[in-house]
């Protein structure tokens, strides 16, 4: 009910708030809302710190772009390869992951080294994406068919484009949550040996959590980089990451509507205060420490809690 009000709310905004700086950052709040929605189910669902959502979200602009320009197809369709093959990497990285139970900092730094190791070959391969100067991306989107499709230009079109996905990853969040995979992931990331001796698939259930966490922050780095017309490999930076996990941290991990919220405060704070670059970093890094002393659940986990108590 709560996110179905807030997503009306939001779709009301840009009745009354016309500058598109505004809008700019309710557009970039949204893209890396869909990011942080997607690392929570691998973090905060499946108890597992994944680095690698960044290599996941840069690799699927890269790969769109690259699919699009080769073989003329729309933003749509290259987006399926891009998808696909953040899938097939999460499946190797799993596999080697989860087949030797790493857990906690040795899962972290082996998804770390994954993901560095993406961000060079990027970062390398000249000839294919550029290197650090990046990669200019003049396409957009289109939605429609034939001669009612219509490519998404201008920031009204983008800010209803990406809060419709963030409400789509939102609702696939919530689906993942309440299902069979989200109370064995809960199960697993409570006790992993008992939920062994429950008979519950450890290496399946921790696959299943990491693959759909990837497809998310994928679709978010696609996103990101067509509407930014750009993209360099600082997108699969650990900086990315780290970014990632503040947002969930101060929304509250473990809540589908939390990371959302911590995206927004991470995302629109900073930017709606005249400081310079350095500053802002500070203030993020004292957002994020007030956040976990104040409320070491998260913003969204910690009011659930308060509205339980006053029940």
Same mark, same amino acid.
């Given at each position: 009910?709560?996110?179905?009000?807030?997503?009306?709310? /939001?779709?009301?905004?840009? $009745? @009354? +708030?016309?500058?598109?700086? !505004?809008?700019?950052?309710?557009? *970039?709040? #949204?893209? &890396?809302?869909?990011?942080?929605?997607?690392?929570?189910?691998?973090?905060?669902?499946?108890?597992?710190?994944?680095?690698?959502?960044?290599?996941?979200?840069?690799?699927?602009?890269?790969?769109?772009?690259?699919?699009?320009?080769?073989?003329?197809?729309?933003?749509?369709?290259?987006? /399926?390869?891009?998808?696909? $093959? @953040? +899938?097939?990497?999460?499946? !190797?990285?799993?596999?080697?992951? *989860?087949? #030797?139970? &790493?857990?906690?900092?040795?899962?972290?730094?082996?998804?770390?080294?994954?993901?560095?190791?993406?961000?060079?070959?990027?970062?390398?391969?000249?000839?294919?994406?550029?290197?650090?100067?990046?990669?200019?991306?003049?396409?957009?989107?289109?939605?429609?068919?034939?001669?009612?499709?219509?490519?998404?230009?201008?920031?009204?079109?983008?800010?209803?484009?990406?809060?419709?996905?963030?409400?789509?990853?939102?609702?696939?969040?919530?689906?993942?949550?309440?299902?069979?995979?989200?109370?064995?992931?809960?199960?697993?990331?409570?006790?992993?040996?008992?939920?062994?001796?429950?008979?519950?698939?450890?290496?399946?259930?921790?696959?299943?959590?990491?693959?759909?966490?990837?497809?998310?922050?994928?679709?978010?780095?696609?996103?990101?980089?067509?509407?930014?017309?750009?993209?360099?490999?600082?997108?699969?930076?650990?900086?990315?990451?780290?970014?990632?996990?503040?947002?969930?941290?101060?929304?509250?991990?473990?809540?589908?509507?939390?990371?959302?919220?911590?995206?927004?405060?991470?995302?629109?704070?900073?930017?709606?205060?005249?400081?310079?670059?350095?500053?802002?970093?500070?203030?993020?890094?004292?957002?994020?420490?007030?956040?976990?002393?104040?409320?070491?659940?998260?913003?969204?986990?910690?009011?659930?809690?308060?509205?339980?108590?006053?029940?």
């Amino acid at each position: 009910m709560i996110a179905a009000l807030a997503a009306v709310a /939001l779709a009301l905004v840009p $009745l @009354v +708030v016309k500058a598109d700086f !505004v809008l700019t950052i309710f557009i *970039f709040s #949204f893209i &890396l809302g869909i990011a942080a929605v997607g690392f929570d189910i691998i973090f905060g669902i499946a108890g597992q710190l994944s680095m690698f959502h960044a290599a996941s979200f840069g690799i699927a602009g890269y790969t769109t772009f690259l699919v699009m320009k080769a073989w003329a197809l729309s933003f749509w369709l290259g987006l /399926l390869p891009a998808l696909a $093959l @953040v +899938v097939a990497m999460s499946v !190797v990285i799993g596999s080697i992951c *989860f087949k #030797f139970r &790493l857990k906690a900092f040795y899962f972290a730094v082996v998804t770390l080294a994954f993901s560095e190791l993406a961000r060079l070959v990027v970062m390398n391969w000249t000839g294919l994406t550029n290197g650090t100067l990046g990669l200019m991306i003049m396409a957009k989107p289109v939605i429609g068919f034939g001669s009612l499709s219509r490519p998404i230009e201008g920031t009204l079109a983008w800010y209803y484009l990406t809060l419709v996905s963030l409400a789509l990853a939102v609702v696939a969040a919530r689906a993942v949550v309440r299902s069979w995979i989200g109370r064995a992931c809960g199960a697993i990331r409570l006790n992993e040996d008992l939920a062994q001796t429950l008979g519950i698939d450890i290496f399946r259930y921790k696959m299943l959590a990491f693959a759909i966490a990837n497809v998310l922050a994928a679709l978010a780095g696609a996103l990101f980089a067509f509407y930014t017309g750009y993209i360099d490999p600082s997108y699969l930076s650990i900086g990315q990451s780290l970014d990632i996990i503040a947002m969930v941290l101060i929304g509250g991990q473990g809540t589908v509507l939390g990371p959302v919220v911590g995206a927004f405060v991470l995302t629109g704070l900073p930017h709606l205060i005249e400081i310079g670059a350095e500053q802002r970093a500070m203030l993020i890094g004292a957002i994020l420490i007030a956040a976990i002393l104040l409320f070491p659940r998260g913003i969204v986990g910690s009011l659930i809690r308060l509205a339980r108590r006053a029940v």
